[in-house]
């Protein structure tokens, strides 16, 4: 118990940190400085209005300075940055899994959030992510790290051919992420990967279906938020799907 509300905790205080990166690195500014302050009005962030998700409910969801709307996507990412967290502790046993499995959801969150808003996966996260999988896996798992290093390469290089193949589909971002997504999940990429590409034909024909052909055909549909929901359900579940897969198709 005392594990799963650590990981609640520093999940909510991550995600606080998540939308400062979510807010900046589209515009090109530090995270770490200047401190949080309000964009209306310049007013620094006290410590006390910066207590994640509660200080967004006390506020009612404005700044306490000027008045300015603060978006409900603060407390949102907190809530499921530290909901994600605990149910990474819930579902594996090992530090190695535990690790990789929270540093991978710091990783896919705001990769999704600023796809969503700017249509850009930023190079600085994919590459923090590639090294923190790198680290975490060697440092915990040496012996999975081979494995790892494949799916990252297999997966890479199938987003790569299908990125080449059509242009307009999706950019080189989804392809350095895909590729991170393997270095955490190993094999558990391939069904995070074939999940992407469902939901992502799935909510193309209901765009299609609702525009019509010309124009659905025309709607810009960021597939960096399909990557994470496949990556999401990949820590949770990859490994029991591909284990499934193994014992009923394989044998």
């Avoid at 509660?54 to 709307?69: I, M, N, Q, V």
């Avoid at 535990?98 to 700017?118: F, M, T």
């Avoid at 999706?170 to 590729?179: I, R």
Wanted: hydrophobic share 55%.
């Amino acid at each position: 118990m005392e594990a799963i509300t650590f990981a609640g905790v520093l999940g909510a205080i991550f995600g606080s940190f998540l939308n400062v990166v979510v807010h900046r690195l589209p515009r090109h500014e530090s995270v770490i400085s200047p401190a949080s302050h309000c964009p209306g009005c310049d007013t620094s962030v006290k410590p006390y209005d910066n207590i994640p998700i509660l200080s967004w409910l006390l506020l009612r969801g404005h700044c306490r300075s000027c008045g300015e709307p603060i978006s409900p996507r603060y407390p949102l990412v907190e809530a499921g940055t530290a909901a994600l967290c605990v149910g990474a502790v819930i579902a594996h046993t090992s530090p190695a899994g535990i690790a990789l499995s929270v540093a991978l959801i710091l990783i896919v969150v705001p990769a999704a959030v600023i796809d969503l808003e700017h249509r850009i996966i930023p190079n600085r996260i994919t590459a923090l992510g590639a090294v923190l999988a790198l680290v975490l896996g060697t440092a915990l798992d040496p012996a999975g790290e081979p494995g790892r290093l494949i799916a990252g390469v297999a997966a890479g290089g199938f987003l790569l051919i299908a990125a080449l193949a059509y242009p307009g589909g999706m950019g080189m971002g989804d392809v350095k992420l895909a590729a991170v997504m393997g270095l955490f999940l190993g094999s558990a990429v391939a069904p995070a990967i074939l999940l992407a590409l469902l939901s992502g034909v799935l909510v193309g024909a209901v765009v299609i279906a609702r525009k019509g052909a010309q124009a659905g055909r025309k709607t810009a549909i960021p597939f960096g938020p399909f990557l994470a929901l496949g990556a999401l359900v990949a820590v949770f579940f990859g490994q029991d799907i591909v284990q499934f897969y193994v014992n009923h198709f394989l044998h």
